[in-house]
């Protein structure tokens, strides 16, 4: 139960967030980079969800963690199809991957012949 607590219920929360931010029908911000601004928080949101994958599953997990943050994503983007206002695309996967891709790089060269054990 410990472990549940530390390492995969944050995964469920920041799950969690990024479901309930894709269910409202507007994130504008009304700044002349919102656009900008919006695309750069795909990207720190998914660099979060892979690294609290990360985190969990360690190193002999990173293509799993990276398949089931893009995963997460293309579920993310289908659930903006049923939102009003929202709209799904597939940029925006790609979008997150950036972030996804970026967290899995930085942790394989940050733990680069270590094994973590918890």
Known sequence: MKRFLKFYLPIIV??????????LPSLESGLEQDFLLR????VLEY???TF?????????????SIIIAVLYAF?????QTFVFGRHGALKDVGI???GILLMS???YIRNKGR???K
Request: charge should be positive.
């Open 105 to 107: 790089f930085i942790w």
């Open 52 to 64: 609290l994958l990360l985190r969990a599953f360690g190193n002999k997990s990173i293509i799993l």
């Open 75 to 79: 579920s993310d983007e289908y659930h």
């Open 47 to 49: 660099f979060i969800l």
């Open 14 to 23: 920041w799950a969690g967030i990024i479901f309930l931010l894709s269910s």
């Open 96 to 98: 997150n991957s950036i």
């Open 115 to 117: 094994i973590i054990r």
């Open 39 to 42: 695309k750069i928080a795909h």
